[in-house]
């Protein structure tokens, strides 16, 4: 009898430490204001917002209201947060622009901006590439959803020990290096798309024009991928790609050790590597734009491009932009906080601090902090550079992206790359696979 | 048993049988239990169970509040409205300002109101037939039970009520309703356009069935099979080549005359030991390109340069048979131990006949050895079939899935059925098509079930072990 | 209990080593060098991840080298990585998370598996079969097929992001897998049931008294089993904590986070091998003190199946 006395009240004591344990758990959360952010920004936004809860309350005499929760969230991926789960987003959160149309298809699941003063600000601060990939159309009418305040674009991170600021002009000179030292020209990252863009969206030096035609107007037909142009630099990309000391193909072990180990020369990659960069390579860390590249005779063969042609290669120009969330109780403040956090002083601050490259059109000519001579406003200058290179990601439905990136176009395109057993030695094969991919493209079919 | 049960007719007999009794019920009753029919414990109470009446009372009072005053979650409606919703899958577009229907929402919120049905209706037949049986105990025995009675119960002969109540609502919950859910999600159109609370989605009855299998040329179709092949064969290789790695481990182990048994066995455990996200991302970055493995093979001269084994490899096969190999690693000490126990228990009497007839050591091992162990251990060999067609977490971690092959549709060279099941939903928001592959999975894994399970001894003579 | 009598015999005809056929010799020898390169080629990954966990080696320019490298054996040791891992990480506020929802798992699961594998077992009441079945069907479905609605029932309760939400997650479908349970107490005689009933003894009392203590084997395994199950899961804690929510993750999650996360750092490997073996100690000694359960409880149940 006495056990079971002791076994029932063990189990009472059980049950009531769950019962207070749930109680615990899901305990009323508060309802903080919540911003995410790139996670290596957090700690400086954090201290933004402070500033801006002190300056809030010196200039009304009041408390600002909310408690503000700045969290770090990969801006890859929190498009896809949002989506899963709406109400679990963040009040204002980071986004690279090319995910407004995802973000703003159907109802659309984020906020237009209303407040005069800050559609006036975003006007008067962002270069004309930026301003037109943030207006986004919604049931027929166009609003402005994203306020751009970080730029990026993609940049060649070198190792200075084999390679001077002459050889890194030309793919030539990167590949000329190569081969004297026996390592390989550059360290492909990945097999996606953002890979091999520097041939996709490569721009003819003389026209200044680019070859592919890629969602042109933001209108999902217009792509055109089979020109002659295109064929020639994919004839070159073959060369470079299967050729010796030319590109290495991406490893399980990763860019980083390649670098550091001395096996390649160099990586294409953006600001978000640089510390990885940095920590592989040391002092010798060396960024440059985008190498040019010239096409030989055997690389315009069956096609009417002249021999000689020199090309730069492309990238895409991107901004990372904040938005606002659809239906926020907190609504009415959340303009206001933007206001302050895309002005050009703050975007200045996050550049000393977090090296994020402004957005700030004028930023290069401006900023005190970027007249110094450092490997971050080298970072930054180069970037910038770049933007006369690149396009941003032209991505004006939601479904143009989803073509671009996850139907396969990506492996089509390195297949032709790579020509394993010789299967696209012809440039009619060339075209044949060229098409396959704009077809792609355009309607997300492969025929 | 009664063999007359099964078939067509049994099958129909069983399940009107509810219905039958429910009629009986209701025309023997007393006054009572004819008006429990209409208000819940209203025979209870005639019969003097004041308690109990009131429990099924309030239940009622509570499911019918539920269901009129459609509490909303979400600002999407349970209740009454969840049934409407459920057909319908929301009227309202939404606009810049106001979220459309949440589609998904509602969905969910009809297939959980269901649920909630589903779960009065029982507490409802449970107050008819306990009126009824109180009229019944009144005339065989001349008085109802009292409620202090019936508690008492609970923890006596219907104990084994109040141990699966809590089990069973957990798993309806958590496990059951998901999955139904999951399953009508493969017959709407909800995906990658249609994202919850921004556009709606409809039903499309069967229609990503039949894409699925009369568009060939089609995108997904034209990965299922390949991708459905390699999970077979994963599975096939996975699962013997453990078995009998482990059965001969175990072997070696407990020959005759080897000391250090425990000692070599508890190395074994402590691989089994290791979490698996742990191992599995050791291995994946000890065979890396510029891993101390390939390091110490190229020195000694096996290799001749780094080679990618895994995510890059320039060949798929490469990767799935390096998986393939990695899996004997995480799997055989399991299959060892088994097999130990297994050969543990063999008599040594068997041995001792067998050695007196004269048998050589190769016919012990196998006339006598190999089919106990087999005997023993068949049940393990097929949950380990399934399992590991439904084995997530090695290709996930090893290799992502990669790598990437000619005609991939978000599938890669290694990824199973699930592994794409998870990209498609997680990664590329394609639900219904996830949930098709998902429903095609579990056809896969309960034909395997059914064939095997039925056929094999040990559950034949489940019973006459007992 | 074989072992004891091997053991027995063993001595009583264990004949001297020079005793023995030259062939048999050979044989054994052969064995033990087989036996010696298994153990070596299963512990290789196992004491690298230690060796890395340990590994502090130096850039000339004093950052600390933390990717793979290619010798197996570290330069320099140290305890920098664990200090990094303790300060500059989250890892003490991961592993403390996932003890608490360990530990409650592992009770509540218990329970719930031991009820239903006890009633299925012993208890022949009508919807026995169909229960039976269900649970199995239930149990062929891929987990996370389920993970998308869990998450919205789990919102619908106010409960996502909170490990309580986790803890429900992983013990809710425990009664389901009660296979093994079952096996166990299918080999407990009915004739000692019997006669407690005869005694007047109700069910509870029973159970409490009576089952519950020779059960020790079955439920120490199904705690070691439900205890360790929240270290290694990332899948469902990813999606129920929230990506964002780093001061909620379990152990699992962060680490895999720290190493294949979107911000990919692999100069960070020391650090998560040091978390690795953070995690693994307390498992393996687990699991090693354990051992006899575990094997006897997963033998038991494939056993009868």
């Known amino acids: 009898m006495r056990r079971i006395k002791s076994f029932r009240s063990l189990a009472l004591l059980l049950a009531i430490c769950m019962i207070m344990a749930l109680f615990a758990g899901c305990a009323k959360k508060a309802n903080p204001l919540t911003i995410w952010v790139g996670v290596e920004s957090v700690d400086f936004y954090t201290a933004k917002m402070a500033e801006y809860v002190e300056n809030y309350k010196a200039k009304t005499g009041e408390d600002f209201p909310y408690e503000i929760a700045v969290q770090g969230v990969d801006t890859g991926s929190a498009a896809s947060k949002v989506l899963d789960d709406i109400d679990a987003g963040a009040d204002i959160f980071t986004i690279a622009h090319d995910n407004l149309p995802k973000l703003t298809a159907g109802a659309s699941a984020i906020a237009p901006v209303r407040s005069q003063a800050l559609l006036t600000q975003i006007k008067s601060d962002n270069p004309q590439a930026f301003l037109d990939v943030i207006d986004m159309n919604v049931q027929g009418t166009t609003y402005t959803f994203g306020i751009p305040y970080i730029a990026q674009s993609l940049i060649l991170m070198y190792n200075t020990k084999y390679l001077t600021k002459d050889d890194v002009k030309t793919w030539e000179g990167i590949w000329a290096a190569a081969k004297k030292h026996n390592m390989q020209s550059v360290s492909l990252t990945g097999s996606d798309g953002f890979n091999n863009s520097f041939l996709v969206l490569a721009k003819n030096e003389t026209t200044n024009r680019m070859p592919t035609v890629l969602y042109e ?72 734009t985008l190498p040019s590249f010239t096409l030989t005779s055997e690389d315009v063969k069956g096609t009417n491009v002249k021999a000689g042609t020199v090309y730069r290669s492309g990238t895409f120009a991107d901004c990372k932009v904040f938005v606002m969330k659809k239906g926020s109780d907190k609504a009415d403040y959340l303009e206001d906080i933007l206001l302050f956090l895309t002005s050009k002083e703050v975007q200045e601050q996050s550049f000393i601090e977090c090296a994020n490259l402004p957005a700030y059109k004028n930023a290069a000519k401006e900023f005190a902090s970027m007249q110094t001579d450092n490997l971050e406003t080298e970072l930054a200058a180069r970037q910038l550079d770049m933007f006369d290179y690149g396009i941003p990601q032209p991505f004006g439905t939601p479904t143009s992206q989803f073509y671009y990136y996850s139907k396969g176009a990506p492996d089509l395109i390195r297949e032709i790359l790579e020509n394993k057993d010789g299967l696209f030695g012809t440039t009619e094969a060339i075209r044949t696979q060229l098409q396959k991919v704009e077809n792609i493209w355009k309607t997300g079919e492969r025929e | 048993m009664d063999r007359k049960k099964y078939g067509i007719s049994g099958f129909f007999q069983r399940i009107a049988q509810p219905f039958i009794n429910f009629y009986k019920r209701f025309m023997d009753g007393s006054i009572g239990t004819k008006m429990s029919h ?159 609370g921004l556009k709606l989605f409809d039903w499309v009855g069967l229609d990503n069935f039949t894409t699925f299998f009369t568009n060939p040329s089609g995108e997904i179709a034209a990965r299922f099979l390949p991708v459905l092949g390699w999970t077979l064969i994963w599975a096939f290789f996975a699962t013997f080549l453990n078995y009998y790695g ?121 006339k006598i050895t190999m089919p106990y162990i087999v005997f023993i251990t068949t049940p393990y060999l097929i949950s380990s079939f399934i399992g590991n067609i439904t084995s997530f977490n090695i290709i996930y971690l090893l290799t992502g899935g990669m790598p990437k092959v000619t005609g991939g549709y978000i599938a890669g060279g290694t990824d199973l059925l699930v592994t794409w099941l998870y990209k498609l939903t997680i990664d590329e928001q394609q639900y219904n098509l996830g949930a098709v592959i998902g429903i095609l999975t579990f056809l896969l894994t309960s034909t395997v079930t059914l064939i095997t399970y039925r056929r094999s001894k040990s559950y034949k003579e489940e019973d006459a072990f007992q | ?66 990717t793979v490298v290619s010798h197996y054996w570290p330069k320099q040791v140290g305890w920098d990585n664990f200090k990094i891992l303790f300060t500059n990480t989250y890892f003490p506020v991961w592993f403390r998370n996932t003890l608490v929802v360990a530990v409650f798992t592992c009770i509540l699961s218990t329970m719930l598996n031991m009820s239903v594998s006890y009633v299925m077992s012993k208890v022949k009441f009508k919807m026995r079969k169909p229960f039976m079945n269900i649970a199995m069907v239930m149990g062929l479905f891929p987990g996370f097929m389920s993970m998308i609605a869990i998450y919205y029932i789990l919102k619908a309760l106010g409960l996502t992001q909170t490990l309580f939400a986790l803890i429900l997650c992983y013990s809710a479908g425990a009664g389901l897998g009660f296979y093994v349970g079952k096996g166990f107490f299918d080999t407990v005689p009915n004739a000692l049931i019997e006669a407690a009933r005869i005694d007047g003894a109700g069910e ?100 009868k199946g």
């Open chain 3, 1 to 66: 209990m074989s072992e004891k009598n091997e053991n027995v015999k063993v001595k009583k005809i264990r004949p001297n080593y020079l005793n023995l056929s030259s062939s048999e010799k050979i044989s054994r020898l052969g064995a033990y060098i087989l036996l010696i390169v298994l153990c070596i080629i299963w512990l290789y990954p196992i004491v690298w991840i230690v060796l890395n966990a340990f590994r502090t080696e130096f850039n000339p320019d004093g950052t600390m080298v933390g």
């Open chain 2, 246 to 366: 482990g059965i001969l481990l175990a072997l070696l182990i407990n020959k005759k005359g080897l000391k250090g048994k425990v000692i070599f066995r508890a190395i074994f455990v402590l691989t089994i030991a290791i979490p698996q996200f742990i191992s599995l991302l050791a291995m994946r970055n000890l065979i890396g390109e510029y891993g101390p493995l390939q390091s110490f093979l190229i020195k000694v001269g096996i290799m001749s340069e780094p080679m990618s084994f895994l995510a890059n490899a320039p060949n798929v096969w490469i990767a799935r048979i390096t998986i393939i190999l990695i899996n004997l690693w995480v799997g055989i000490p399991y299959s060892m131990l088994l097999a130990s126990g297994a050969i543990m228990n063999i008599p040594e009497s068997l041995y001792e006949a067998a050695r007196i007839d004269g048998a050589s050591k190769f016919t012990i091992l196998r």
């Open chain 1, 217 to 288: 107007d933001g209108i999902t037909e217009n792509c055109n991928f089979t020109s002659d142009e295109v064929v020639a630099i994919m004839q070159w990309g073959q060369r470079f790609f299967t050729g010796a000391n030319g590109a290495k193909m991406p490893t399980d072990s990763g860019w980083e050790i390649e670098l550091r180990d001395e096996i390649s020369l160099g990586v294409i990659t953006g600001a978000w590597k640089f510390n990885a960069a940095k920590a592989a390579l040391g002092a010798n860390l060396g960024i440059a």
């Open chain 3, 204 to 303: 509870a009392r029973i159970f409490a008294t009576i089952i519950l203590p020779i059960s020790k084997p079955i439920i120490v395994y199904t705690a070691l089993m439900s205890f360790t199950g929240p270290w290694m899961d990332f899948i469902f804690a990813r999606v129920i904590l929230g990506e964002q929510n780093t001061h909620l993750h379990t152990v699992a999650v962060g680490l895999y986070y720290m190493m294949y996360g979107q911000i990919v750092d692999t100069s960070r490997f020391t650090v998560f091998a040091a978390g690795c073996v953070c995690v693994a100690i307390p498992i393996v000694a687990l699991f090693m003190y354990l051992q006899k359960y575990y094997i006897e409880g997963s033998t038991a149940g494939s056993v």
């Open chain 2, 38 to 196: 209409f208000i819940m414990g209203a025979g209870n109470i005639y019969h003097g169970q004041i308690i109990k009446g009131l429990i099924y009372f309030l239940i009622q009072v509570g499911y019918v509040v539920f269901m009129v005053t459609c509490p909303k979650v979400n600002n999407t409606p349970l209740g009454y409205k969840a049934f409407i919703n459920f057909v319908t899958l929301g009227t309202q577009e939404g606009d810049i300002f106001t979220p459309a229907d949440n589609s998904m929402l509602m969905l969910l919120f009809g297939v959980v109101t269901f649920g909630i049905t589903l779960m009065y209706l029982f507490a409802y037949n449970s107050s008819i037939k306990s009126s009824y049986k109180a009229d019944k105990d009144l005339k065989n025995y001349g008085k109802v039970t009292t409620f202090r009675h019936d508690l008492k119960e609970m923890f006596g002969n219907r104990f084994y009520i109040a141990m699966l109540t809590p089990a069973t609502l957990g798993a309806v919950v958590f496990t059951l309703l998901p999955t139904l859910f999951m399953i009508l999600i493969a017959f709407t159109n909800f995906d990658k356009e249609r994202q919850a």
